[in-house]
């Protein structure tokens, strides 16, 4: 039984002409007087009864579960794991003082709830090395409201954090995590599991208040091969290892499910952990180049595949494949691999092989427009059967960008491809009846279910005789 239904109990048994239901009225209409905001509940209950001239005393009770919290409660003691926790920041009082500032998550066996350390309390010996899944008792802290309303536990000044190896029935963290296939909008703090599937990328932006951000962007499939777009704010690649395998297992913790403009999406933020199968050191890879798309800032971006079909889009930023043409194989040591994702820089070296025929070339790869699915990558060969379109389409947030559209077809079916911002101009360059060879396209489901092909940075078109 919660804290509050033990005081209304102690309450009813002290004045027994009232019931429960005239006492909930008489909460309500106690807090109405008082004004929102200012009381919870159980302070209302404690007026209440000093209005009967009965005191109420707070059970002896030390530990609570997370459940039970309300805002306005202080020196509560509970027992919880650790789900994710954010590193130290600093921050300026309206005085210019400055003070610390660091968030954790924790969950017990029925429910989560957010810890902020303050000042000292934020460096606490031991603090930085908690995991996901130890431990720990929280001792004397006291409970505020959210901005959304929900109770947050506060560790200030007379507070305490322990670390505690006894037995327990909170789950471990093996114990709650969720597959990609599982998730469902509004749902919070939950550790949920998947692969790779496509590219990691970073991505830098100024927020709505002109200060500098940046995020990682992912896709992770589930069970039921279903995909689900990734986005951690606050995150950049120096969290991930340099070397990430094409289908690599990842494990988020603390993160949260929202509707997205493509579906439902998972959002994490500098508190989550990200736990993704690699290593630090990269790998030399062996493929051979498809197509190669220079860029304005003379920069390549290269479409290449392995012996096993793999795509791989290569961002050459240290104009090491320079020296290689179109069908050429490659031996590279690149800095980074990500999934199908990989970067050269001046620490990368690249050299030719010689030709085995052991990986295929860019005529064996293409794919017939009839087997075209969405969330994966082509090379596809057909005729221009309407001459490119450009539009410009309005955002949600305002912005005009560009879109070129034009319909292709080959012996099996037809489609169309379309291009956005600079992605549109190679696509205008394409005339009615032509034949064309495009690389590196994305298939994506369209209006009514149907599946459209997109141009990337790393699509070549390429016009046939």
């Known amino acids: 039984m919660s804290e509050f239904n033990t005081l209304i109990n102690k309450l009813l048994e002290q004045k027994l002409d009232i019931t429960k239901d005239d006492l909930e009225e008489q909460i309500k209409q ?4 008082i004004g929102a905001g200012y009381l919870t509940d159980q302070g209302a209950l404690f007026l209440i009864a000093s209005d009967y001239g ?13 459940k039970d919290l309300y805002a306005g409660a202080k020196e509560i003691s509970l027992e919880t794991r650790v789900l994710n926790l954010s590193p130290a920041k600093q921050f300026s009082r309206k005085d210019g003082s400055p003070f610390y500032l660091r968030t954790m998550t924790v969950y017990d066996a ?19 090395n908690l995991k996901p899944g130890d431990l720990i008792k929280i001792i004397k802290a006291y409970v505020k409201s959210d901005l959304d309303g929900s109770p947050t536990i506060n560790i200030g000044s007379g507070s305490n954090i322990e670390s505690t190896d006894t037995e327990s029935e909170i789950p471990t963290i093996d114990t709650i995590t969720k597959d990609v296939s599982e998730m469902q909008e509004g749902q919070k703090d939950l550790v949920v599991s998947g692969e790779i599937d496509g590219v990691i990328s970073g991505m830098e932006f100024t927020n709505s208040r002109g200060m500098p951000g940046k995020a990682l962007r992912m896709r992770l499939k589930g069970k039921d091969d279903s995909a689900m777009r990734v986005v951690l704010w606050g995150k950049d690649e120096s969290t991930i290892p340099n070397m990430i395998s094409q289908s690599a297992k990842v494990r988020l913790l603390g993160v949260r499910i929202k509707s997205g403009n493509q579906g439902l999406e998972i959002h994490g933020n500098d508190a989550t952990i990200i736990e993704i199968e690699g290593g630090k050191e990269t790998e030399p890879i062996i493929t051979r180049i498809l197509s190669i798309s220079p860029t304005e800032n003379n920069k390549n971006f290269i479409l290449a595949t392995d012996n096993k079909k793999n795509l791989f889009n290569i961002s050459d930023f240290s104009n090491s494949t320079s020296i290689c043409t179109e069908g050429d194989v490659i031996e590279c040591m690149p800095s980074k691999v990500y999934g199908n994702s990989v970067t050269l820089d001046e620490n990368s070296f690249v050299r030719k092989l010689d030709d085995d025929g052991t990986i295929p070339s860019l005529s064996q790869l293409r794919t017939k427009i009839d087997e075209v699915k969405a969330d994966q990558s082509y090379c596809i060969e057909a005729i221009v059967l309407k001459v490119p379109e450009r539009r410009e389409v309005q955002t949600k947030s305002g912005e005009s960008i560009a879109l070129s559209e034009m319909f292709v077809e080959d012996d099996t079916g037809q489609i169309w491809v379309k291009g956005w911002r600079n992605q549109a101009r190679i696509i205008d360059k394409c005339e009615l009846g032509e034949i064309i060879s495009i690389t590196g396209l994305n298939g994506k489901s369209g209006l009514e279910g149907r ?13 046939k005789n």
């Open 451 to 463: 599946i459209e092909l997109f141009v990337t940075p790393f699509s070549k078109i390429t016009k």
């Open 54 to 66: 009965i005191t109420l005393t707070e059970s002896s009770k030390t530990e609570i579960g997370i």
């Open 30 to 33: 106690k807090k109405e007087k």
């Open 110 to 128: 029925s429910s989560t709830a957010s810890v902020k350390l303050w000042d000292e309390k934020a460096n606490l010996p031991g603090v930085e």
